[in-house]
T-cell receptor
Framework: AQSVAQPEDQVNVAEGNPLTVKCTYSVSGNPYLFWYVQYPNRGLQFLLKYITGDNLVKGSYGFEAEFNKSQTSFHLKKPSALVSDSALYFCAVSPNYGGSQGNLIFGKGTKLSVKP | GAGVSQSPSNKVTEKGKDVELRCDPISGHTALYWYRQSLGQGLEFLIYFQGNSAPDKSGLPSDRFSAERTGGSVSTLTIQRTQQEDSAVYLC?????????????FGSGTRLTVV
């Protein structure tokens, strides 16, 4: 079965420190991977995606993610965390490939808390 | 509109009642998705509409759940005979024809509470 795992329910980071939010996946074929962020009482916002090409993907708000095929991981990173980065982060994978669309499979989410 | 609009933003209903949740996607977006977000459970796919094609209903948890999309635009998710386990935030998303390659735009959701 195709799935996404976010092993940490919560990540705590001090402002100014680097942050990592972990994501691993299990999918047949070549994966298409996404990160979304959800602020309180808001819908999910797209951060970045990996479709093909460079394994390091840069996205919104200074976030980046590295696709590692051998470790089946797509960890979200930021060099210097801000208090305003505190939110719920979701990793997602497309179960389809080869040009078709369809639903994304989401992880359970990781709550990021950045303290001043 | 500029974004995906969902209404109502909050709904409290009594167990056994029917509810309707509405989603107005971004104008011109051909794909529309419904997800359910339960505490600690992440996002659960419910149903997917693409243009005039038959919807992908594979995620609907029971026959109490149904959805329609009129005129390729507005969608309504209906839950009949609501149960307490239906309490969740119901999220709608739309995307341009490329689906995942363009990413989804999500609405702010409808928080459903069944008492």
């Amino acid at each position: 079965a195709q799935s996404v795992a976010q092993p940490e329910d919560q990540v705590n980071v001090a402002e100014g420190n680097p942050l990592t939010v972990k994501c691993t996946y299990s999918v047949s074929g070549n994966p298409y991977l996404f990160w979304y962020v959800q602020y309180p009482n808001r819908g999910l916002q797209f951060l970045l995606k990996y479709i093909t090409g460079d394994n390091l993907v840069k996205g919104s708000y200074g976030f980046e993610a590295e696709f590692n095929k051998s470790q089946t991981s797509f960890h979200l990173k930021k060099p210097s965390a801000l208090v305003s980065d505190s939110a719920l982060y979701f990793c997602a994978v497309s179960p389809n490939y080869g040009g078709s669309q369809g639903n994304l499979i989401f992880g359970k989410g990781t709550k990021l808390s950045v303290k001043p | 509109g500029a974004g995906v609009s969902q209404s109502p933003s909050n709904k409290v209903t009594e167990k056994g009642k029917d509810v309707e949740l509405r989603c107005d996607p971004i104008s011109g977006h051909t794909a529309l998705y419904w997800y359910r977000q339960s505490l600690g459970q992440g996002l659960e796919f419910l149903i997917y509409f693409q243009g005039n094609s038959a919807p992908d209903k594979s995620g609907l948890p029971s026959d109490r759940f149904s959805a329609e999309r009129t005129g390729g635009s507005v969608s309504t998710l209906t839950i009949q005979r609501t149960q307490q386990e239906d309490s969740a935030v119901y999220l709608c998303a739309s995307s341009a024809g490329g689906g995942w390659s363009y990413g989804y735009t999500f609405g702010s959701g409808t928080r459903l509470t069944v008492v």
